[in-house]
């Protein structure tokens, strides 16, 4: 197995290495596009905002790379929301390997956006992303913007309206909250993931 982060910026590129390594993976930060075509599994960690983040894809000439990538992907928090095809987020075109857009999270009454903190995952369909899964999974969010719930969701979330918390098309998949720090619900879906 040799699994490559791609270094899109992201603030939380330390955190999921590290938790990479508790489970027996070394995975290097690379932005070398050979590099990230020959790894059996690509994450793409993200923090902040949309734009930043296309634009150093754009910069090092990775979008068409990550684009045409066959092996498992996985795009965690921001790197979720750049599979889809547009943020709202400063209108930001994304890698559109999901046809959806991510919007703002609505504000209501009593409810805190940016959501931050543990909610219940709520899985929609079997997959073996989500094998063993507890029945009241919780995981670590920290997001102002969510993806829809659509065929492409593995589970959703609820924070005033339903949005999607891991989402799968083809070989891509994506989770919207931060594996890295949401203890053993985290560790089982990085490992799951690192099993396709």
Not at 34 to 57: D, E, F, K
Not at 89 to 102: K, M, Q, S, Y
Not at 131 to 143: I, K, R
């Amino acid at each position: 197995m040799s699994v490559v982060l791609v270094d899109g910026g992201g603030t939380n590129i330390g955190s999921v290495r590290y938790a990479l390594q508790r489970l027996g993976v070394d995975a290097p930060l690379t932005t070398d596009a050979a590099r990230i075509r020959a790894a059996s599994h690509v994450i793409l960690p993200g923090v902040g905002a949309a734009g930043p983040a296309m634009q150093r894809l754009v910069e090092f000439g990775l979008v068409d790379t990550l684009r045409s990538l066959c092996q498992p992907v996985l795009g965690v928090c921001l790197g979720m929301q750049l599979l889809f095809a547009r943020s709202a987020e400063a209108d930001t075109p994304c890698l559109g390997l999901i046809p959806a857009d991510v919007h703002k999270l609505p504000a209501a009454p009593g409810l805190r956006v940016p959501h931050m903190g543990w909610n219940r995952l709520l899985p929609q369909r079997t997959h073996p992303v989500l094998a063993d899964l507890p029945d009241d999974a919780y995981a670590y969010f920290v997001h102002g913007y969510a993806a829809p719930p659509g065929p492409w969701t593995l589970a959703g979330c609820r924070h005033g309206s339903e949005f999607s918390a891991i989402v799968q098309n083809a070989n891509f998949f994506g989770m919207q909250f931060h594996p890295e720090r949401s203890a053993a619900v985290g560790s089982l879906l990085l490992k799951n993931f690192l099993t396709l």
